[in-house]
């Protein structure tokens, strides 16, 4: 049986030192019941986006260079981690995966959502193509899962839903077929069926990768390995001053990670809230720190204040041209043609006359919208703003963060507020 899920994100094996590092956490704990779920090395998935869009846009010159300097950075690591021995077999496979990417993103007459599935996955076929060759030299035998044949989910590219039947039939035949053997796969990515297609889960969704095995291996815990000492109620990176959370239930940890906390993907909670699966968040950084704990605990009466930002967001006003009211059915076509288009909103507000919503930036889907709507409704929009939120919010909290600045919208309920911001000057 398969005890343990331990999801190593890309911060965790950005560089040899880093991967070297996991190793020795590894070797720390009791990893013989243990499947690993590992994201891309560093930013690349990042890189690979980019690559992307120089090659849609024609730039392939600048696309090739950003293939070069994705193939460098991955050959500089496993010159470090194999000591120089470049006849090591996985130089050959990490060429072939290279090659493969070059050629499917030359391949530009698809659909963006359906090439962006068929070029990103790379980053995580790589990265555990590499680690798992490293640990088998290091003498933690492993095997090597492509989580296409076990993450089986429908045909929604860039978001794609698990089909938990399918999954179950083939994830519980890892338990089935376990002899102890270290186990490793890839987060994010997954494949539909008839036709056989790679997708991808959504951005940072190894998360909720880890969190699928988990709940249908019935594990006993998953283990999310960041490169901080858990949760905290801030972005350290963003507030001066920040508190760690030292335990979250698992209603509170879903509505953080909605509202844009950026150390859970939110989707991860509920398939560990079904079967009762604490999931730890721990340093990598020093792993002897004790971790955040998320489990079916009882919310905590005195929670204190969680500060999150998100930006890159767009805020959209939908109205109608005659001054209808916003009713039922003008709402009801709305929301399916969001849902159509595949916009997820962080913030949803409505008026007699209009529907605003605050979503993540996204210039295609932006433009599939209005295009949608525009012969109907009229269409208003502001781009790259900022979505503040304070989860326990008590009065007078936001005005340092807020500034002078001007408040587009405003919402807040009875433990949150939001407020959707211009973005912050740079100098």
Same mark, same amino acid.
């Given at each position: 049986m ?8 890309? $911060? ?6 880093a991967? %070297?590092?996991?190793t ?5 704990e ?6 690993l ?10 890189? #690979?986006?980019?690559a ?7 730039? &392939? +010159? ?7 300097? #994705? ?5 500089? #690591? ?5 000591e120089?021995?470049?006849e ?20 530009? &007459? ?18 555990t193509? /590499? ?8 003498g933690?035998?492993?095997? !090597? ?9 429908? +045909? ?7 089909? *938990?039947?399918?999954?179950r ?6 338990n089935?077929? +376990? ?7 890839q ?14 889960? &959504? ?6 990768? $880890? ?11 998953l283990?999310? *390995? ?6 905290r ?14 335990? !979250? ?5 879903i509505e ?37 704990? #998320?489990? &079916?605990s ?8 969680s500060?999150?930002?998100?930006? %890159? ?24 043609? !969001?849902d ?6 962080n913030? /949803? ?9 605050c979503?993540?930036? =996204? =210039? ?5 919208l ?5 012969? /109907? ?11 503040f ?8 909290l ?13 919402q807040?309920?009875?433990?949150s ?9 740079? !100098?």
């Open positions: 398969i005890k343990k899920v331990f999801k190593f994100g890309g $911060a965790s094996v950005k560089d040899a030192e991967v %070297r590092n996991m020795k956490i590894l070797r720390e009791d990893i013989k019941d243990t499947i779920v590992i994201s891309a090395m560093g930013k690349t998935t990042n890189a #690979i986006e980019k992307l869009e120089k090659f849609r846009n024609a730039d &392939g +010159h600048l696309g090739v260079d950003a293939i070069s300097e #994705i193939t460098s950075y991955h050959e500089t #690591i496993m010159t470090d981690l194999f120089g021995n470049n090591h077999p996985v130089f050959d496979t990490v060429t072939n995966l290279m090659l493969e990417l070059y050629l499917k993103l030359q391949d530009t &007459g698809y659909d963006y959502d359906y090439q962006y599935d068929q070029t990103v996955c790379y980053g995580e076929l790589i990265s193509a /590499i680690i798992s060759a490293y640990l088998n030299d290091q933690m035998t492993n095997k !090597l899962l492509d989580a296409r044949s076990y993450i089986i989910t429908d +045909h929604r590219f860039r978001a794609a839903n698990p089909d *938990w039947d399918e999954c039939i083939r994830i519980e035949k890892l089935e077929e +376990h002899d102890g053997t270290l186990y490793i796969t987060g994010f990515i997954g494949a539909s069926e008839k036709p056989y297609t790679t997708v991808t889960l &959504g951005r940072e969704g190894s998360d909720f990768s $880890a969190a699928i095995f988990a709940n249908l291996l019935d594990a006993e815990s283990t999310i *390995w960041k490169d901080v000492d858990g949760i109620n801030a972005d350290p990176k963003r507030f001066p001053i920040t508190q760690k959370i030292p335990h !979250l239930s698992y209603s509170e940890a953080l990670s909605f509202y844009g906390a950026s150390v859970i993907h939110p989707k991860t909670i509920k398939p560990l809230q079904n079967k009762n699966i604490p999931l730890y968040v721990r340093c990598f950084l020093n792993s002897s720190l004790e971790p955040t704990t #998320i489990d &079916g009882k919310d905590y009466i005195n929670y204190v204040a500060y999150i930002v998100k930006d %890159r967001q767009t805020l959209v006003s939908i109205s109608s041209n005659d001054f209808s009211f916003m009713n039922e059915n003008n709402l009801a076509f709305l929301f399916r043609t !969001l159509e288009f595949d916009i997820h909103s913030l /949803i507000q409505t008026s007699a006359l209009a529907l605003t919503i979503y993540d930036k =996204d =210039d295609r889907k932006l433009s599939k209005t295009a949608a709507l525009s012969s /109907i409704f009229k269409v208003r929009y502001n781009n790259d703003l900022q979505l939120t304070i989860r326990h919010y008590k009065e007078g936001e005005k340092d963060f807020v500034g002078n600045r001007k408040i587009l919208l405003e807040r309920n009875r433990l507020l939001q407020l959707v911001l211009e973005a912050e000057k740079t !100098l």
